[in-house]
């Protein structure tokens, strides 16, 4: 393109250097003035049509060189993008080939659970035949025994089977005076009741009630019963002064409706508490959260005396909670729901310490669909932010975790934290919530929690 522009521009001079050589050359008189002026504006015009076109090409390639860029800052875009689905696509794969790996490894034991099945019904069947061969030779014997009495009905008795018919007589004659004494103590319990009845319904008709109801309860006996094992040696749970002990005993009175309800434990004044009535039993809630409406990043008096609204989420209070475990033995429950609800619990028998003790608190756990997370047979202190005694160590745990629990050096679980939705992140903040954490494993951030006190009694251990 240079080479046609240079050669446009030249051609005419050699061309007018040509004319004027080939008029040098033969002696006539040189061409008129007019011509050469008609050529000057010829190369005028061709120059500047030159100009022009040049002018036209240092566009184009300005546009060009623009358009270059743009392609090449998208082929640098598009190799930025190739590169991080490269990268994607190797994590899929390495995800892919772990997936793999698990489900080798889950095949495998589904394998060794398939052939362990077979074997544990292989082995059922070898005793359900080994149990049928037992029953016949027992039967075998029994037919032998009942033809040797018919056969031999005077044959005397050996001394060892004499005397220990005579143990067994003498023992039965025992049992039997126990029961006549238990049956006549109980009519005395039952007389005694009829006369506490008729006496209250006169206290009821005179204006000295108060202090009649002082000689009373003087004279009032409790029935006596066989107490169970344990680190409680108090009384059974029973009406105080006609006011129910705690919910166990309003379902007893015949209560079957969940709401709140007035109870007075021994020794104690009377005050409200919410009671959970269920198909065989009743329980008395002591902590309750769903929704986080309540904050209980609360004072330590605020924790001893309880706080919120028993109708919604509420702490009933670590003083009530002594009182009502103080007068029997009592199971512990705990309700978790996650965020997907899931729901688990776990039941613990337990102890609570006085509040000298900072209401100490020891499990045994009996029952769970769960795996544990609170620490067995240790002795738990309830501690929080302006009152921490759980731990030794230089920061406080129930500040930098919020809510007051029993900690035991700044533990792993805590149900009375923030409430903290799922979409939080971070371990730290994980641990301000509210969680559940098993000691192998992640935290699980719990939607609602629910804690629940029943006493102990016979007749949930038949």
């Known amino acids: 393109m ?18 004027n050589k080939d008029y040098s050359s033969f002696d006539s008189a040189p061409p008129e003035p007019n011509s050469r002026f008609a050529m000057l504006d010829d190369v005028r015009i061709l120059a500047n049509g030159l100009l022009q076109l040049g002018h036209g090409l240092k566009d184009f390639v300005h546009k060009t060189k623009g358009q270059m860029n743009d392609i090449f800052q998208k082929l640098n875009i598009f190799d930025k993008s190739f590169y991080e689905l490269s990268l994607q696509t190797n994590e899929i794969k390495v995800e892919e080939e772990e997936l793999r790996k698990t489900t080798s490894r889950l095949q495998a034991n589904n394998e060794e659970i398939r052939n362990i099945s077979l074997e544990l019904n292989s082995k059922i069947e070898d005793l359900l035949q080994d149990k049928i061969q037992l029953q016949e030779k027992v039967g075998g014997l029994e037919e032998k025994v009942i033809k040797l009495v018919h056969i031999q009905p005077e044959v005397q008795e050996p001394k060892e089977m004499t005397s220990l018919k005579n143990f067994v007589q003498q023992q039965d004659n025992h049992i039997r005076q126990l029961l006549k004494v238990v049956q006549e103590q109980h009519a005395q319990l039952d007389k005694q009741h009829n006369q506490i009845k008729e006496l209250e319904e006169k206290l009821s008709n005179t204006s000295f009630q108060e202090n009649t109801e002082s000689s009373l309860s003087l004279k009032q006996t409790e029935p006596k019963i066989i107490p169970l094992p344990s680190h409680n040696s108090t009384a059974p749970v029973q009406e105080f002064n006609g006011v129910a002990t705690d919910c166990t005993a309003l379902y007893k009175r015949g209560e079957r409706t969940s709401g709140i309800y007035s109870i007075k434990p021994n020794g104690s004044e009377a005050f409200n508490v919410y009671c959970e009535m269920k198909s065989d039993s009743s329980w008395t809630v002591i902590q309750n959260r769903f929704d986080g409406s309540l904050d209980f990043n609360q004072t330590w008096e605020s924790y001893a005396n309880g ?19 103080n007068q029997a033995d009592y199971i512990l429950r705990i309700e978790l729901k996650d965020w997907k609800d899931n729901k688990r619990y776990v039941e613990y028998t337990f102890t609570l310490g006085s509040p000298e003790t900072d209401y100490t608190l020891h499990l045994s756990e009996i029952s769970a669909n769960i795996p544990n997370a609170l620490p ?23 500040e930098r975790y919020s809510g007051g629990w029993w900690h035991r050096a700044c533990g792993e679980t805590n149900l009375n934290g923030k409430y903290i939705k799922p979409r939080s992140e971070g371990k730290l903040e994980r641990r301000r919530g509210i969680y ?27």
């Open 376 to 398: 067995e047979q240790t002795k738990l202190r309830f501690s929080l932010m302006d009152h921490d005694n759980a731990t030794k160590r230089d920061f406080n745990c129930p």
């Open 2 to 19: 240079k080479i046609a522009l240079v050669f446009l521009f030249i051609a005419p001079f050699a061309i007018s250097s040509r004319t």
């Open 436 to 462: 559940w954490k098993p000691p192998k494993g992640r935290f699980y951030l719990i939607k609602s929690t629910k804690l629940m006190i029943h006493p102990t009694d016979l007749e949930s251990f038949e």
């Open 307 to 325: 706080f919120g609204d028993l109708k919604g989420e509420f702490w009933l209070g670590l003083a009530k909670l002594y009182s009502i475990a």
